[in-house]
């Protein structure tokens, strides 16, 4: 926020009396809010010193005060607002008053919604998610590299450091972007992130009301999330409930000791998320987990504390509103209290219904993942209000299915055996489907450097039932480095810094390989954006035989017919089997070549491949 919303602030000092008392207002969140939300309260969090002492008063029609919290800590004060119907737009002053002298002024700002904010239509199985990490996709703006008051200065050179990257990046290359035919970005977070070292990657929120400066301001980010949006993108903001960073300005002075879960010494989670759906889990298991921090520097926030829920939820509803976020993309998802979660997934959905918000809950079995998505018949009556959840267990299947010897219950079906437990899910479509993130080696690396067994992994992603994403850089054969660490799984974009002497986001500056998955990908993801059978088709498919698994996306109009050849050779396959889907067709085109297929009863599908038919009657 760069509005001054602070008026010059009295200091008392009242040297009359022995124990005169320093008041200083320093911050109010949420900075601001809006008018026409569907819940008339607003809870604002108000920091400074011995500000609890201080009288509280509001002028503004509609706009007033409902009750004042205060906690062991003279600095916090909490204020329940209610914003009646009809309340306009406008500034309202906070006063704070001391002994009857004036202590601070706060210049609240009540916005109009913006029309059409709710409902809104947000990321579904019609798109393709693009992953990428703010600090490692481009240095748009050097200037901001280093910033005064910030502790990690930019350092291409450590692998775990800070290396430039930023949001004018990004907007930078919002046309290669769309060429490449992605329809949503997802960022990995951008809110500031102060730490000594390892904050690049933006999970150690210092300040969950700024964009860290060294990725640009909040202004840019509304004007990045406009420019997406002007280019029929979307955009997924990468939110933390379950930790802050250690050096979160609230940490220095907590408001009660509660703030965050606190141990004797430090101990970590047990990260065993699948202890919170566990019949038969042990107290001191999922006290482990839910309380356990999730690293030195990631204190764990109680979110049981009635301020600290207020502040996380409207936190949310802040940004979605502030830059018209289109998605969600919830970390850690189930190490929180799973009762607020759903408070909180209940309240951005009743302020903005059919918004999509994706959890991270990393389990490789479909029951322990389905028990977090919202409406899940769960036996303990538990509804997450999770309306997206990451499909990890497709995702570890995908890491094996292409990589080891075919069997029973070995290779390719793998991919079937788990899609044939979606019965668990209450919306299998509307699960995130991927070969890779920020978190897990690269798929050409996990595919043994492979490129046949990246293009039939991400054909997979793209054509299998889901929201299908994909990590920066695979479409230009980025690799994880030899150490495998994390630093080396989130390398530059080459061609993203003024400095790179290659620079792979123009055709010029990739290998012949290189553009050859460059254009792999890029058809594909023009291709899908028309294919509605694609997007809400239902899935059929048929039990792996020979290496070869065969499934089809099909509706009253169009089907599509997917095959992989998990073999190192050519299979001519016969479609017999695949009849009762097959008689209604006669022909079809190859997606990837474009070439015509007029005879369906047999299909040579090359080795390690897919091959993707749009069928025609
Ligand atoms: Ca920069």
Not at 68 to 79: A, G, M, Q, R, S
Not at 425 to 439: C, T
Not at 578 to 589: M, N
């Given at each position: 926020m760069t509005m001054k919303r602070f008026l010059p602030i009295v200091v008392l000092l009242a040297p009359f009396f022995l124990f005169a008392q320093e008041v200083k207002l320093e911050r109010v969140e949420p900075p601001n809010w809006w008018t026409g939300f569907k819940n008339p309260e607003v809870q604002l969090m108000?920091?400074?010193?011995?500000?609890?002492?201080?009288?509280?008063?509001?002028?503004?029609?509609?706009?007033?005060?409902?009750?004042?919290?205060?906690?062991?800590?003279?600095?916090?004060?909490?204020?329940?607002?209610?914003?009646?119907p009809g309340t306009r737009p406008g500034l309202a002053v906070i006063q704070f008053k001391s002994k009857d002298k004036v202590a601070g002024k706060y210049l609240y700002e009540l916005n109009e919604r913006k029309k059409g904010s709710a409902p809104r239509k947000s990321f579904n199985a019609s798109d393709v998610i693009y992953l990428l990490m703010p600090d490692r996709f481009s240095n748009g703006d050097t200037t901001n590299d280093n910033c005064l008051g910030m502790l990690e200065n930019a350092d291409r050179s450590n692998p775990d450091g800070r290396h430039g990257g930023d949001l004018q990046g990004i907007t930078n290359h919002l046309d290669y972007l769309k060429d490449l035919g992605v329809t949503a970005l997802w960022l990995n977070p951008f809110q500031e992130n102060n730490q000594e070292k390892y904050s690049y990657h933006g999970y150690s929120i210092t300040n969950y009301y700024l964009t860290d400066p060294r990725i640009g301001t909040n202004e840019e980010f509304a004007k990045l999330c406009t420019a997406i949006h002007k280019k029929g993108m979307?955009?997924?903001?990468?939110?933390?409930?379950?930790?802050?960073?250690?050096?979160?300005?609230?940490?220095?002075?907590?408001?009660?000791?509660?703030?965050?879960?606190?141990?004797?010494?430090?101990?970590?989670?047990?990260?065993?998320?699948?202890?919170?759906?566990?019949?038969?889990?042990?107290?001191?298991?999922?006290?482990?987990?839910?309380?356990?921090?999730?690293d030195k520097t990631m204190p764990d926030l109680n979110q049981r504390n009635p301020y600290l829920k207020q502040y996380l939820i409207q936190n949310s509803i802040w940004w979605i509103e502030y830059a018209g976020l289109d998605g969600i993309r919830h970390d850690t998802h189930p190490y929180p209290f799973k009762?607020?979660?759903?408070?909180?997934?209940?309240?951005?959905?009743?302020?903005?219904?059919?918004?999509?918000?994706?959890?991270?809950?990393?389990?490789?079995?479909?029951?322990?993942?389905?028990?977090?998505?919202?409406?899940?018949?769960?036996?303990?009556?538990?509804?997450?209000?999770?309306?997206?959840?990451?499909?990890?267990?497709?995702?570890?299947?995908?890491?094996?299915?292409f990589n080891e010897p075919e069997g029973w219950n070995t290779g390719i079906l793998r991919l079937y055996e788990i899609l044939s437990q979606d019965?668990?899910?209450?919306?299998?479509?509307?699960?995130?489907?991927?070969?890779?993130?920020?978190?897990?080696?690269?798929?050409?690396?996990?595919?043994n450097d492979d490129v046949r067994k990246l293009k039939m992994a991400l054909a997979f992603v793209l054509t299998t039932r889901g929201i299908p994403q994909i990590y920066y850089g695979s479409e230009?054969?980025?690799?994880?480095?030899?150490?495998?660490?994390?630093?080396?799984?989130?390398?530059?974009?080459?061609?993203?810094?003024?400095?790179?002497?290659?620079?792979?986001?123009?055709?010029?500056?990739?290998?012949?390989?290189?553009?050859?998955?460059?254009?792999?990908?890029?058809?594909?993801?023009?291709?899908?954006?028309?294919?509605?059978?694609?997007?809400?088709?239902?899935?059929?498919?048929?039990?792996?035989?020979?290496?070869?698994?065969?499934?089809?996306?099909?509706?009253?109009?169009?089907?599509?017919?997917?095959?992989?050849?998990?073999?190192?050779?050519?299979?001519?396959?016969?479609?017999?089997?695949?009849?009762?889907?097959?008689?209604?067709?006669?022909?079809?085109?190859?997606?990837?070549?474009?070439?015509?297929?007029?005879?369906?009863?047999?299909?040579?599908?090359?080795?390690?491949?897919?091959?993707?038919?749009?069928?025609?009657?």
């Open positions: 108000v920091y400074g010193k011995n500000i609890a002492t201080t009288t509280v008063s509001v002028d503004y029609p509609g706009f007033v005060i409902k009750k004042i919290h205060k906690t062991d800590n003279p600095n916090y004060l909490f204020l329940d607002m209610t914003i009646s979307k955009v997924i903001m990468d939110q933390i409930l379950n930790h802050c960073g250690s050096n979160h300005w609230w940490m220095k002075d907590l408001p009660s000791p509660d703030w965050i879960n606190q141990w004797p010494e430090f101990t970590r989670s047990n990260y065993r998320a699948g202890t919170v759906s566990d019949p038969y889990v042990s107290t001191a298991d999922s006290n482990l987990y839910v309380r356990g921090w999730f009762d607020v979660m759903s408070e909180w997934g209940q309240r951005i959905l009743e302020e903005y219904p059919g918004f999509n918000i994706v959890g991270e809950c990393w389990m490789n079995y479909p029951s322990n993942v389905a028990y977090w998505q919202k409406d899940a018949l769960n036996k303990d009556h538990y509804n997450s209000w999770l309306p997206s959840v990451f499909d990890f267990p497709l995702y570890d299947a995908l890491t094996r299915a019965m668990v899910y209450p919306d299998p479509g509307n699960l995130v489907v991927f070969a890779d993130n920020h978190d897990v080696n690269r798929c050409l690396d996990t595919q230009i054969l980025m690799t994880t480095g030899a150490d495998k660490g994390h630093g080396s799984i989130r390398k530059d974009f080459p061609g993203g810094w003024p400095s790179d002497t290659q620079n792979k986001f123009t055709a010029a500056g990739r290998t012949p390989a290189e553009q050859e998955m460059f254009d792999y990908v890029k058809n594909l993801l023009t291709w899908r954006q028309s294919s509605d059978v694609v997007h809400t088709g239902k899935l059929l498919h048929f039990i792996p035989e020979n290496g070869i698994y065969v499934y089809f996306r099909y509706n009253a109009k169009d089907a599509v017919m997917v095959v992989l050849n998990n073999n190192e050779e050519t299979r001519h396959l016969d479609t017999k089997r695949f009849r009762e889907v097959l008689d209604r067709y006669h022909s079809g085109t190859d997606v990837i070549n474009g070439g015509e297929i007029g005879d369906l009863s047999l299909l040579a599908v090359p080795s390690k491949s897919a091959l993707i038919i749009d069928l025609r009657k």
